[in-house]
């Protein structure tokens, strides 16, 4: 690590230093902070380091430009699998969920500063860490289904227990949300505006406790309770909770097209859009994903997830991954032609098929490290 008070410039990832405090900041601004698979590395490296590190008392993640984090750099995952290397591509998802864990059980407290962009990847990288700061420049999103993938990144987890059924709207529709509604959520624990950042940076590093109840008073110093959009989603829990509980994705279609009869709501109108434009192999395992993520503990969701996206990399039953990240990526003509085409098409034993083991006797499933039974996102407010 840099010498104190330092700014170490390990290119992708910078490093700042004072005397109790380590600030990790993502830096690849024209790529969106897109994660890299140096950058994963470098920052599963630096978490470790700090761990076992007493003089480290907290981690503070922020970005340079005007996105936190965009998501992974899967256009380089995809490259792999056009040359014929899945395992490739799923040896950067493997680092990815192995710094995720590592985030959900750290021993030290972690704030991410999330101004701007916070999507896939991006939400793995903070969500995990014990506070999670939005400013009125948050935009949060997990897009995976109009990608071709699913909301990966531990995110079965999280996003199952956001309050009623809020979680399976967030990850099979890709909708968006700002700083206010990820506070709203919970996704983010506090709320500071942009003009107050700067000072709370500097207090932050001025700290000298890994207490998170000191660290939440010093964050609350500056952060105030945002108010929400009057035609904000998250004022329409029931409608939420009505139509996203409903036990198979064409059920959701059916009960949102009925709230839209008699409800002009654009959100509504919005959110049957995307069901109907995502790929409908992404949302049944999506649905399927998150449902089995509400009964299961962070690991165990990483593990089958890590499992789920070897499948999809594979194109076993489906490459609407490759074909998504084609159109919206790489050609950018947003005009994805998914196969199969049609939610009738995608038959249960295709779904079964993304969470059972890879059929590749070379191949391992993720084997997390041993760690404490600790999850930051379960005691996510104090």
Request: some cysteine.
């Amino acid at each position: 690590m840099a010498a104190p008070s330092s700014t170490d410039h390990t290119d992708q990832v910078l490093v700042q230093e004072t005397s109790c405090v380590r600030t990790f900041i993502l830096n690849r601004p024209k790529q969106l902070n897109a994660l890299s698979f140096e950058m994963v590395s470098q920052l599963l490296e630096l978490f470790l380091l700090c761990e076992n590190d007493s003089k480290v008392k907290l981690i503070i993640l922020k970005s340079s430009g005007r996105a936190f984090c965009a998501g992974g750099d899967v256009a380089a995952v995809v490259s792999d699998i056009k040359q014929g290397n899945w395992k490739m591509g799923a040896e950067y998802f493997r680092k990815e969920f192995t710094l995720n864990y590592i985030m959900a059980t750290f021993s030290k407290p972690q704030v991410s500063i999330l101004n701007g962009i916070v999507m896939g990847g991006g939400a793995g990288a903070s969500v995990h860490g014990r506070f999670r700061v939005a400013t009125e420049k948050t935009v949060f999103a997990m897009p995976e289904t109009s990608l071709g993938l699913f909301p990966d990144v531990g995110a079965s987890y999280f996003l199952s227990r956001l309050p009623g059924f809020f979680g399976e709207y967030l990850g099979l529709t890709g909708s968006r949300l700002d700083g206010a509604e990820m506070f709203a959520s919970g996704l983010a624990t506090h709320f500071v505006p942009l003009e107050r950042l700067s000072s709370l940076e500097e207090a932050l590093r001025n700290n000298n406790s890994s207490d998170p109840v000191d660290i939440s008073l010093i964050i609350s110093e500056f952060s105030e309770v945002p108010k929400l959009k009057e035609n904000s989603p998250y004022n329409q829990m029931r409608i939420i909770n009505r139509c996203f509980s409903k036990r198979t994705v064409e059920e959701i279609i059916f009960a949102l097209e009925n709230e839209a009869a008699n409800n002009q709501d654009d959100w509504i109108s919005s959110a049957i859009q995307s069901l109907k434009k995502a790929s409908p192999t992404s949302l049944r395992i999506s649905l399927r994903s998150i449902r089995e993520g509400r009964l299961q503990g962070v690991g165990t969701c990483l593990t089958r997830e890590f499992r789920m996206v070897c499948h999809v990399l594979r194109g076993d039953f489906s490459k609407d991954f490759v074909e998504g990240c084609r159109a919206i990526l790489l050609d950018k003509d947003r005009n994805p032609k998914w196969d199969p085409s049609k939610l009738e098409l995608v038959t249960d034993e295709m779904v079964h098929h993304y969470f059972d083991k890879v059929d590749d006797g070379d191949w391992r499933d993720l084997e997390l490290p041993s760690r404490p039974s600790l999850s930051s996102f379960a005691i996510a407010k104090l």
